[in-house]
């Protein structure tokens, strides 16, 4: 069996996730990826060649039982366990003064329970490889927005990426969060377009998130934040 690293993404399907998956499967790992839309995964199977190393998955990044299945068919298809990256998340784009309480309810399951979820399916397989749980967080989880709920969830990411590291630490396992600014994704969609001024692309993320994976042992990279040139906040 191989022994070329395996890393497991949450909503890997586009984005910020399946440039890294991409980023990786380039770098020689085998790689899984989830995500909730089985036609979004299936475009990116085909765009990256289908190949062997890259398992994709349907299931909801907030679902328990989906959650460990992800972890137990990577274990049984790649046999190990090196890198989980909780990357799948929403935004409902609105505020407490406007915003529709049922958005909100997926929008904080999936971007605060989603994490925790991943982190507690995967953990007893990241210690025996002693590897490394990367958190998608944000700049909205370090700065605050008035009225922003989506910024809530984020600064909740950011305490939970710490609260993860003194937990493993001693372990051998690494944390690292990875917080951007602004991001040209489909993240945006909700809004209609894009943001004024300037912005990263899911790639200049994805070398973030692929260079902290690939710190020597012993290294932990534990906050990374990344602006574009140009966003004030």
């Not at 692309?201 to 990279?221: F, L, N």
Request: glycine content about 14%; proline content about 5%; charged content about 20%.
């Amino acid at each position: 069996m191989s022994e070329s690293p395996v890393t497991l993404i949450t909503g890997g399907g586009s984005g910020i996730g399946a440039a890294t998956a991409r980023r990786l499967l380039e770098r020689g790992h085998r790689v899984t990826v989830t995500g909730r839309g089985e036609d979004r995964l299936r475009a990116f199977a085909e765009s990256a060649g289908d190949p062997a190393e890259l398992l994709t998955l349907v299931g909801d990044a907030a679902d328990h039982a989906a959650v460990r299945s992800a972890v137990d068919v990577t274990l049984e298809r790649f046999g190990r366990l090196d890198t989980v990256v909780a990357n799948a998340g929403s935004a409902t784009h609105d505020t407490l003064a406007d915003g529709d309480p049922e958005g909100w309810r997926e929008m904080v399951l999936t971007n605060v329970l989603g994490p925790a979820l991943l982190i507690r399916a995967a953990l007893p397989a990241l210690r025996r490889t002693r590897g490394r749980i990367v958190l998608i967080g944000s700049v909205a989880g370090f700065v605050n927005t008035p009225g922003n709920i989506y910024g809530a969830t984020k600064w909740a990411v950011t305490g939970l990426a710490e609260n993860t590291r003194r937990m493993v630490t001693g372990e051998g396992v690494g944390v690292t969060l990875v917080a951007p600014g602004r991001v040209e994704t489909p993240f945006w969609d909700g809004l209609g377009s894009l943001p004024d001024g300037s912005l990263l692309t899911a790639d200049q993320i994805a070398d973030s998130v692929v260079w902290a994976i690939g710190q020597p042992e012993g290294v932990d990279v534990n906050t990374v934040v990344i602006r574009p040139v140009g966003q004030p906040v």
